[in-house]
C-alpha cells in the first residue's frame, strides 16, 4: 500500500514547504478561550432533539436477495463524485478564503481518495448580476461586494469577481480532482458582453474540470424576486435563453439548465421548448429541498415536529421519485439530469436536525435514491454561518486563530455515498425496497458492469441493542434456483452513533471528525473493518444493521480496493494538508447576504423571507475582503505541492 504524506504548510516557511512525514496537528492554544455562548450564529446552535419513539417489531432478520448480472430497475452508471457541494458565489471568496486552506483541501481529498473525484458547484443567486472583472478589482480583492442595484426586498449583492476565482478552481482541481460546475450571470443577457466573458475564461481556465455552466439559477423567482418584471413568464425565460445562447461562446453542449427550483414544474418547461436548446445542453438541472425553514413567528416550523420525517424511507423515495419522469425525459433527449442544489431544508435547514446523525442517515438514503433515479449528480448546498446544514464549516472569523472547524453531520453522507460508488466512475444503483419497503430501514445495491459489488443497508431506529436487525444477503443461489453466486467472505464498514439526535460522536469505520471546532478535515482513530463469513451452506451472508446505523457491504475484495481500502488511502493518493500554521491566519469574512438570500425556498414565500442572519448582518455589509497577493502566494505552493504528489503516487 502506498501512502504519501505532503505536509502543506501554508504562508509559513514557504522556502521549504515540506516537511517530514509526520503530519503535525494543530491543537487548540491554551492561551486563549472564548465562551462560545457568546455565538448565536446556526453553525454554533447546541440543540439536541429528543429521539423520536421507536417504532415495534424492528429487530429480527430479512433477506436482501441479488442477481448476478445486473438487476431490473438499476439506475443509469454514475461515478463517485456522485454527491458534492454546491456554493453560493459570494460565499466562494472562500475559493481564496476557503479552498485553498488545507481543511477544505482535506475535506475533498477524503472524498476524492474514496469516491475517485469531488464535485462543487459555485453559483446561485449572486451569480446572475456578477460581473467578471478581467482586468481585476478596483480594490485590489479577488471579490467586492456593491449594494443591489435592482428593485429585489432580498438586497442580493452585486459581486464583481476576478479571476483570481477560476485559477483557484484550477489549482484545486490539480490538488484533489474537483469537477466544477460554474453559474453564468443571466440577467443583462450578455447585453454587456460579462455573460461571454465568464464563458469564455471559464472554459478556458478550468479545461476538462468544467463539467458545465449554470444558465440562470431559479427563473421562476425572477418575477416575484423582482429581478425581471413581475410577470417574467416561461415564454419570457425561453426568449432571454435563446439571446444568451446566440451571444455565448460555445458551441458544444455545455450548458446546465432550466434550474427551475419553486414556481414552475420542471417537466413542463422541458416539454414546452427549453429542449430545444438542447445542443447547448449537458445537463438538465432542478433545485429541490424536502422542506424549508423560512417561516418565522407562528407559522415558524418546530424541528421537533419534523425530525421524524428525515427518519423515513418512504419520504426519502417520495421526494425523489416525482423527478424520475424529468430524469427520462432528459435522457430520452439524450441529456443528463441533475440536483444542483440541495439539503435538509432550504432557509438554513432546522436546528437539531440538519446537524445530527439523522441528516447523515438521511443523506446516505437520499444520495443513493437520486443515483437510483437517475440523477448523474447531486449537489448539498452550504451557506455560511447561520444554517444548520453545512457539511463542514470554519470557524467565526474571530476565532479562527484558536478554533478549527466544524464537521457537519452531513458530511459523513458524502463520504458513505462516495465509497459505496467508488471509482470505477460507472457504478449502477438500486432501492432493494427492503422488507417490503419498510419505511424505518433503507437497502440499496451496487453494481459495476454487471456484477454486484457493493450494498448499503440503513437502520434509522434509534434504540439501540432493541432495534438492529440482519440482513441476510444473497447473490443467485438457494432462494432463486440459480448459480449460487453469494462471496464466502464480506467486509463491512458501519457509520455509527449513540442515537439519530447526536451532532458530532458519529464514526465512520471507527474513524471520527471530531467535535465541534476541532475537525483539519480529516478521518481520527484506528480504522475498523469487519469481516463477516458468509454460510456456505444456506448461501447467505448475515449481516448485522445495528440501531441506528449504516452498513457499507463490499462483496469483493477489488471493490474494498477500489473504494479507497480501510482508511481511504490504498491508492495512495491521499493528501493531507497540515493546518499547522492557517489557524494563525485571519481575515475570511464569511458572507451572510448570499446566505440570507440564498436559494431554495420553496415559493410560498418569495419576498423577504430569508433574512435569518440579524445575529451578523454587519457582517454582510462587510462582505468580503480578501488580499489578492496573499491568494496569488497560495497557489503557488499549491502548484508546488502538485508537483511533489505527482512524483509520490508514481513512485
Ligand atoms: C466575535 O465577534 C462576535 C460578533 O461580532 C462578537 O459577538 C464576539 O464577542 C466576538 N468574540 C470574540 C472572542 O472576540
Ligand atoms: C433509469 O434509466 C434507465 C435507463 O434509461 C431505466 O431503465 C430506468 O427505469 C430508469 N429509472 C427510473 C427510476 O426511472
Ligand atoms: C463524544 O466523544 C468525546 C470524546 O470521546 C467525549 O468526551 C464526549 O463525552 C462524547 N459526547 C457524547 C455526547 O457522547
Ligand atoms: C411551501 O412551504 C409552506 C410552509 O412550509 C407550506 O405550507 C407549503 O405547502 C409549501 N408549498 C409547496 C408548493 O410545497
Redesign the pocket.
Known amino acids: 500500500m502506498l501512502k504519501s504524506s505532503v505536509i502543506f504548510t501554508l504562508l509559513s516557511s514557504l522556502a521549504t514547504p515540506f516537511a517530514s512525514a509526520a503530519v503535525t496537528v494543530y491543537t487548540a492554544s491554551s492561551t486563549t478561550t472564548a465562551d462560545l455562548s457568546l455565538y448565536t450564529v446556526a453553525s454554533n446552535d447546541q440543540t439536541i432533539l429528543q429521539v423520536p419513539a421507536a417504532p415495534a417489531n424492528q429487530a429480527g432478520t430479512v433477506l436482501a436477495q441479488l442477481y448476478d448480472g445486473g438487476m431490473t430497475g438499476m439506475g443509469n452508471p454514475v461515478n463517485g463524485g456522485f454527491l458534492g457541494f454546491s456554493v453560493e458565489l459570494s460565499v466562494a471568496a472562500m475559493l481564496s478564503e476557503w479552498f485553498l486552506r488545507p481543511e477544505f483541501l482535506n475535506y475533498c481529498a477524503v472524498l476524492e481518495s474514496r469516491g475517485g473525484s469531488v464535485t462543487v458547484r459555485v453559483g446561485g443567486n449572486t451569480q446572475d448580476k456578477a460581473i467578471l472583472a478581467v482586468d481585476g478589482n478596483p480594490s485590489g480583492k479577488t471579490i467586492d461586494k456593491y449594494k443591489g442595484t435592482d428593485a429585489s426586498p432580498t438586497e442580493t449583492p452585486d459581486v464583481h469577481f476576478t479571476l483570481d476565482i477560476f485559477y483557484a478552481m484550477a489549482s484545486i482541481s490539480k490538488l484533489v480532482k474537483a469537477n466544477w460546475f460554474f453559474g453564468i450571470p443571466f440577467i443583462a443577457v450578455d447585453s454587456d458582453g460579462n455573460a461571454g466573458l465568464v464563458v469564455q475564461y471559464a472554459k478556458q481556465i478550468l479545461g476538462s474540470n468544467l463539467l458545465a455552466l449554470q444558465l440562470a439559477n431559479e427563473p421562476d423567482l425572477y418575477g416575484p424576486h423582482l429581478k425581471k418584471q413581475a410577470d417574467y413568464s416561461e415564454a419570457d425565460f425561453f426568449a432571454d435563453t435563446q439571446t444568451m445562447i446566440a451571444k455565448l461562446p460555445i458551441t458544444e453542449p455545455i450548458l446546465a439548465g432550466p434550474s427551475i427550483c419553486c414556481m414552475w414544474d420542471t417537466n413542463t418547461v422541458l416539454n414546452d421548448g427549453y429542449l430545444n436548446f438542447k445542443d447547448s445542453l449537458a445537463f438538465i438541472d432542478v433545485m429541490h429541498y424536502p ?2 425553514n ?2 418565522t413567528g407562528a ?1 415558524a ?1 418546530v424541528p421537533q415536529d419534523v425530525f421524524p420525517n428525515y427518519l423515513n424511507h418512504h419520504n426519502v423515495q417520495n421526494v425523489v421519485t416525482p423527478y424520475a419522469s424529468t430524469a427520462q425525459i432528459s435522457i430520452a433527449a439524450g441529456k443528463q439530469m441533475m440536483m444542483m442544489e440541495t439539503n435538509t431544508a432550504s432557509c438554513g435547514g432546522f436546528p437539531g436536525v440538519s446537524d445530527s446523525f439523522a441528516a447523515s442517515l438521511w443523506g446516505v438514503d437520499y444520495g443513493l435514491q437520486m443515483a437510483y433515479n437517475n440523477f448523474t449528480y447531486a449537489l448539498l448546498h452550504f451557506g455560511g454561518q447561520n444554517v444548520y446544514y453545512n457539511p463542514f464549516t470554519p470557524p467565526p472569523t474571530n476565532m479562527t486563530k484558536y478554533r478549527q472547524w466544524t464537521t457537519g453531520a452531513v458530511f459523513y453522507a458524502n463520504i458513505v455515498v462516495a465509497e459505496a460508488l467508488g471509482k470505477g466512475g460507472a457504478s449502477q444503483v438500486i432501492d432493494l425496497q427492503l422488507d417490503n419497503n419498510n419505511e424505518n430501514r433503507a437497502g440499496y445495491a451496487i453494481y459495476e458492469k454487471g456484477e454486484a459489488t457493493r450494498a448499503v443497508f440503513i437502520n434509522y431506529v434509534s434504540n439501540p441493542g432493541a432495534s438492529d436487525y440482519t440482513v441476510q444477503v444473497a447473490i443467485g443461489g438457494q432462494q432463486t434456483g440459480l448459480p449460487n453466486k453469494t462471496p464466502t467472505s464480506v467486509k463491512v464498514k458501519y457509520l455509527r452513533a449513540d442515537s439519530v439526535s447526536v451532532k458530532y460522536n458519529i464514526t465512520w469505520a471507527g474513524q471520527t471528525m471530531g467535535q465541534q471546532y476541532a475537525s483539519d478535515g480529516r478521518l481520527y482513530g484506528d480504522a475498523e473493518v469487519q469481516t463477516i463469513q458468509c454460510d456456505t451452506t444456506t448461501q447467505l451472508c448475515d449481516i448485522p444493521v445495528p440501531s441506528p446505523s449504516v452498513a457499507l457491504v463490499f462483496l469483493t475484495d477489488e471493490a474494498f480496493t477500489n473504494s479507497g481500502g480501510a482508511a481511504g488511502d490504498a491508492t495512495g493518493s491521499t493528501l493531507t494538508f497540515a493546518t499547522t500554521v492557517t489557524t494563525g491566519k485571519v481575515h475570511a469574512t464569511i458572507d451572510l447576504a448570499a446566505l440570507a438570500t440564498s436559494n431554495g425556498r ?3 414565500m418569495p419576498l423577504g423571507a430569508t433574512s435569518k442572519g440579524g445575529a451578523l448582518s454587519s457582517w454582510a455589509e462587510q462582505g468580503v475582503r480578501m488580499a489578492g497577493g496573499v491568494a496569488q502566494l497560495w497557489w503557488s505552493v499549491a502548484i508546488t505541492v502538485l508537483g511533489v504528489v505527482g512524483g509520490a503516487v508514481m513512485m
Do not use: K, L, Q, W
Open positions: 422542506n424549508n423560512c417561516a407559522d416550523v420553496n415559493g410560498s
